[in-house]
């Protein structure tokens, strides 16, 4: 249904209106090249569409002003790292509050016991540990489940994410595990590391856990960077038996499924993993991340480490569990990802589905859309895959630069490198029927 020769015109189209509308940003963009490396401040940020990355000025809720004066309804919202809106008042003012009086010691403060209390309530692991970032907190799990089961292997779903840790760069070809490509420089070889089954492939996961040498699985609950695949029905309730019956260590990695629910996807369908990774959203955009663990994993723990190992291990970090990610975690879990943040924001997810959707059947599109809590994406492709194989094999490099770029130049930032929009409570309902509109309207643009 996509005209590809139109769809190349009307990019041509979109990149100039882009440069035309964002003078300050391409100035900015020239002048970075003689300090940053292509001109960014982290090497994915090349990947925008339109020849450079909008600098931003300023955000507020959904919306974001950049230094041209343009403000953007974003969708992206940090790719969950600001999914509470950017800026909400109750982290600004701990935030506030808390360099006012200093913000890291390498000691604890009361908002530690806070937190560890709430994480405990929200998700039901015992206890937890403090990290910056998603990536570490997986880390972390990764060598302690190692250590306590004295087993090397790590065995994570195809196409997962698991931020940039090492043994997830692993993927199927032809059913043989490799290296994924764009590996950037690896310690070892992943295949040496790691297994690697399909996602709701229980047959594959009993195969390649009767090896006897897989210390953990990490996953996901669901599969969220290669489009939204959700799990099939019974396959988390395999999973956690199967791995019980291997002993092997479960660790779900709820940083982007926090999107489901206060107590992410674990919570809402009483899931039991022996640990939990989480990060991003949980201190409103400050750097911050936790892992939780269970009462048995804590006792092989202490029963494995020695006091003197406490420091030299490679777990922790000099800012790790620093009194300003404390206190941002406290202000956000306390006041912002609340149950009421879900109850706004999930209905809006909903309306969003619903407008896309109908743009979809209306040009007949072999499209789909999904969700999962405010989380929502379209996949070129008829019907939700089912694993990641499957949604990797839709993937259009040039129809995902169209549909960002056309989106971005209507005021709509989606999330980079897939199609992606994160709900904020913040988000009004007719800025919902705003994409809608625009998303017609590019769609039309394309097709014959």
């Not at 020239?30 to 940020?45: K, T």
């Not at 009993?206 to 996901?220: K, S, Y």
């Amino acid at each position: 249904m996509i005209d590809r020769m139109l769809l190349q015109e009307r990019l041509k189209i979109e990149e100039a209106r882009f440069v035309e509308d964002h003078p300050k940003s391409r100035e900015l963009f020239h002048e970075a090249q003689a300090s940053l490396l292509d001109g960014v401040p982290m090497n994915w940020m090349v990947k925008w569409p339109g020849g450079f990355p909008v600098f931003v000025e300023s955000g507020d809720g959904a919306y974001f002003t950049d230094v041209d004066g343009k403000q953007y309804l974003d969708f992206c919202l940090g790719d969950t790292g600001s999914m509470t809106g950017h800026a909400p008042t109750a982290v600004v003012n701990a935030v506030i509050e808390r360099v006012q009086h200093g913000t890291t010691f390498m000691l604890p403060t009361q908002d530690a016991i806070w937190v560890g209390e709430e994480l405990q309530r929200r998700f039901g692991l015992p206890f937890w540990q403090v990290a910056l970032t998603a990536t570490d907190a997986n880390r972390f799990a990764l060598r302690l489940a190692r250590h306590i089961t004295g087993r090397p292997r790590v065995l994570v779903f195809n196409w997962c994410y698991h931020g940039s840790v090492d043994e997830s760069f692993i993927t199927l070809s032809d059913a043989t595990p490799k290296s994924r490509q764009g590996n950037i420089g690896p310690a070892i070889d992943p295949t040496l590391t790691s297994r690697v089954v399909e996602f709701n492939d229980v047959d594959g996961l009993t195969r390649e856990l009767a090896h006897g040498d897989v210390a953990c699985v990490l996953t996901e609950p669901v599969l969220t960077n290669i489009g939204i695949v959700h799990p099939e029905p019974g396959f988390h309730e395999a999973l956690r038996d199967i791995t019980r019956k291997t002993g092997t260590l479960l660790i779900i990695d709820e940083t982007h499924t926090m999107c489901a629910g206060p107590g992410g996807y674990t919570q809402a369908h009483g899931l039991r993993p022996d640990f939990l990774t989480v990060g991003k959203a949980i201190a409103g955009g400050i750097p911050a991340a936790v892992y939780g663990f269970s009462q048995e994993v804590a006792s092989r723990i202490r029963a494995a480490m020695s006091l003197e190992d406490a420091d030299t291990g490679g777990i922790g970090g000099t800012l790790a569990g620093n009194a300003l990610s404390l206190a941002a975690m406290r202000a956000t879990l306390g006041n912002v990802l609340t149950p009421e943040f879900y109850e706004n924001a999930i209905p809006l997810a909903e309306q969003f589905v619903i407008g896309v959707q109908n743009v979809i059947n209306r040009y007949n599109l072999p499209w789909n859309v999904t969700r999962l809590g405010n989380r929502t994406e379209y996949w070129f492709r008829k019907t939700p895959a089912r694993n990641g194989s499957e949604a990797a094999m839709a993937q259009d490099s040039l129809l995902d630069r169209y549909m960002h770029l056309a989106s971005l130049n209507r005021g709509i930032l989606m999330t980079p490198f897939h199609n992606m929009a994160l709900i904020s409570s913040a988000t009004p309902a007719d800025a919902i029927d705003y994409h809608t509109a625009a998303f017609d309207e590019i769609v039309q643009a394309i097709v014959r």
